[in-house]
């Protein structure tokens, strides 16, 4: 019984390192919650740490059982029970045809010719689609900065609120752009502005990028919020990062791939492992 309850708990381990996982390309759940935190008490997150905290919350119920049963020895014990090469095999054929089938969908998304949307907030434009290039006011005083730290590096993202030349104090904020470039020049040519808050509001014209109904970062609209700014519900947010709408498919693959390669090692180590007990 102990035997089958090992492996349970390994698989619901395996299980929720990929969710959390998921959550991480995703920007949802704990992890969500966790990087937000970070953002409004120190301004960036830090992935690494953030990841770990959906893995331990929900590793928590494992540990427990483990701890419950007096099972912390067999855990990492290989002859405390027999191993299934055909499972672990399974399971990563299974991850690899998912890692094709994601890699494959994302690269004919990023292959596809679409056409790019002109929105003009001022006219009182609706986007049809979610690749757009929007003309209206950046309301340089509203704009804030968020930070994502990998080891040494920050990467710094600016979210600057897109209004119509008609839009006052009061009125909710619809669309925030989402960019880490520090100045904007008209695309006709002129004077290149900052994006700062020290820069009076002006008329820009984005950037192709992709909208994301109800993207916009919590400590974004909470720091909205704070300084008695409307956003509407759902805020949308336009982002200006390349690939940002194949982003999850080639995420999907490169961890699924991983996880099958790992699932198929442990096959081939298991089937030795099995040889060996045999032989002895």
């Known amino acids: ?82 191993r299934s090469p055909a499972i672990f095999a399974l399971l990563g054929v299974v991850g690899l045809a998912v890692a094709a089938g994601a890699g494959w969908y994302g690269y004919v998304k990023l292959m596809e010719t679409f056409d790019v949307e002109s929105v ?80 009076p509001a002006f008329q820009i014209t984005t950037e192709p990028g992709v909208l994301v109904r109800d993207g916009l970062p919590g400590p974004v609209a909470e720091h909205y919020r704070k300084n008695n700014l409307a956003v509407a519900s759902p805020p949308i947010l336009l982002d200006l990062s390349p690939g940002a709408d194949v982003k999850p498919f080639f995420m999907t693959a490169g961890v699924s791939g991983l996880l099958g390669f790992v699932m198929l090692l442990s096959a081939g180590l298991a089937v030795r492992q099995r040889r060996r007990l045999m032989q002895g």
């Open 1 to 82: 019984m102990k035997s089958v309850l090992k492996w349970v708990i390994w698989f619901y381990i395996a299980a929720v390192c990929a969710y959390a996982v998921y959550e991480w390309y995703a920007y949802t759940g704990l992890y969500r919650m966790a990087a937000e935190w970070q953002l409004e008490q120190f301004g960036s997150y830090r992935v690494k740490l953030t990841l770990l905290f959906p893995m331990l919350v929900l590793g928590m119920p494992a540990a427990t059982l483990v701890t419950l049963t007096g099972m912390q020895g067999q855990m990492g014990d290989p002859s405390s029970g027999p």
């Open 120 to 199: 003009d907030l001022s006219k009182g434009d609706t986007p049809r689609s979610t690749h757009v290039t929007i003309t209206g006011i950046a309301r340089t005083e509203y704009i804030i900065e968020f930070g994502t730290k990998r080891d040494s590096t920050t990467m710094l993202d600016r979210y600057v609120p897109l209004t119509p030349a008609s839009w006052r104090p009061g009125q909710p904020i619809v669309y925030v752009m989402k960019t880490d470039i520090t100045a904007y020049t008209p695309p006709g040519g002129g004077r290149t502005l900052m994006l700062s808050p020290r820069t």
